[in-house]
Antibody, heavy 121, light 107 residues
Framework: EVQLLESGGGLVQPGGSLRLSCAAS????????MNWVRQAPGKGLEWVSG????????YYADSVKGRLTISRDNSKNTLYLQMNSLRAEDTAVYYC??????????????WGQGTLVTVSS | DIQMTQSPSSLSASVGDRVTITCRASQGISNYLAWYQQKPGTVPKLLIYAASTLQSGVPSRFSGSGSGTDFTLTISSLQPEDVATYYCQKYNSAPKTFGPGTKVDIK
C-alpha cells in the first residue's frame, strides 16, 4: 500500500524558512516522480514543484521559483521542500504527491494527508 | 504559461442526472489532461488521465473526452457520493497547472 507522510509544517514569520519532509513507502521510490501541491484555506489546488525519479530534473511554479527548493533522497525514500523567504500567500496545506511515471510530466495518482504551513507575524 | 479554465464553477443536479464539466487550455496540450475529485475534508483522488483513461477502481459512470484545448468530464448518472469539487490538470509541460475547480452538489 502506497503511503506518503508529510511533516515539518507549522507557524513561521514572514521572511522565515521551513523544511517539509515526505516519507514514502509501499512502492519503489526512485521509480516515480514526486510533487508538492498546495491548497490555501478554502481555495483550489496549486501545483508547486516536481522532481523526476532520479532527482536530475526539477520544476517550479513561477510563484515559488527562487524561494522554494525541491529535493529527494532515494536512499531514505524521502522527498523534501526547502522553503525560504516565506510570504503570507504561502499559507496553505502542502501535499506530497506521487506521479504515475518516473518523469514529472505525468498524472498524480497518490497524495499524502498534507501538512499545514502558516506564515504570519 | 498555459492557463486552464473550467466551467461551470459550480452546479447543482439531481441524483441520476447526467453531469458534464468542461475544461479548456489556453494552448493545445494534446491529451495530457487529468481529472481529480476532492470530496470535502479529503485529499484529491485521480479519476482520469490521458484525457480519457479511467484510473483503476474509479466507477464507470465517470468518463473523459477531448484533445488539444477542449476537454470534458462526464458523470453519466450522478450519485450522492459524487458531491465534490472536480479539478482538471494539464501535465504536458511544467507548470502542471490545475483548473480552478467545479463544485458539484445534489439538488
Amino acid at each position: 500500500e502506497v503511503q506518503l507522510l508529510e511533516s515539518g509544517g507549522g507557524l513561521v514569520q514572514p521572511g522565515g524558512s521551513l523544511r517539509l519532509s515526505c516519507a514514502a513507502s509501499g512502492f519503489t521510490f526512485s521509480n516515480y516522480a514526486m510533487n508538492w501541491v498546495r491548497q490555501a484555506p478554502g481555495k483550489g489546488l496549486e501545483w508547486v514543484s516536481g522532481i523526476s525519479g532520479s532527482g536530475d530534473s526539477t520544476y517550479y511554479a513561477d510563484s515559488v521559483k527562487g524561494r522554494l527548493t525541491i529535493s529527494r533522497d532515494n536512499s531514505k525514500n524521502t522527498l523534501y521542500l526547502q522553503m525560504n523567504s516565506l510570504r503570507a500567500e504561502d499559507t496553505a496545506v502542502y501535499y506530497c504527491a506521487k506521479d504515475r511515471s518516473v518523469v514529472v510530466l505525468a498524472a498524480t495518482n497518490y497524495w499524502g494527508q498534507g501538512t499545514l504551513v502558516t506564515v504570519s507575524s | 504559461d498555459i492557463q486552464m479554465t473550467q466551467s461551470p464553477s459550480s452546479l447543482s443536479a439531481s441524483v441520476g442526472d447526467r453531469v458534464t464539466i468542461t475544461c479548456r487550455a489556453s494552448q493545445g496540450i494534446s491529451n495530457y489532461l487529468a481529472w481529480y475529485q476532492q470530496k470535502p475534508g479529503t485529499v484529491p483522488k485521480l479519476l482520469i488521465y490521458a484525457a480519457s483513461t479511467l484510473q483503476s477502481g474509479v466507477p464507470s459512470r465517470f468518463s473523459g473526452s477531448g484533445s488539444g484545448t477542449d476537454f470534458t468530464l462526464t458523470i453519466s448518472s450522478l450519485q450522492p457520493e459524487d458531491v465534490a469539487t472536480y479539478y482538471c490538470q494539464k501535465y504536458n509541460s511544467a507548470p502542471k497547472t490545475f483548473g480552478p475547480g467545479t463544485k458539484v452538489d445534489i439538488k
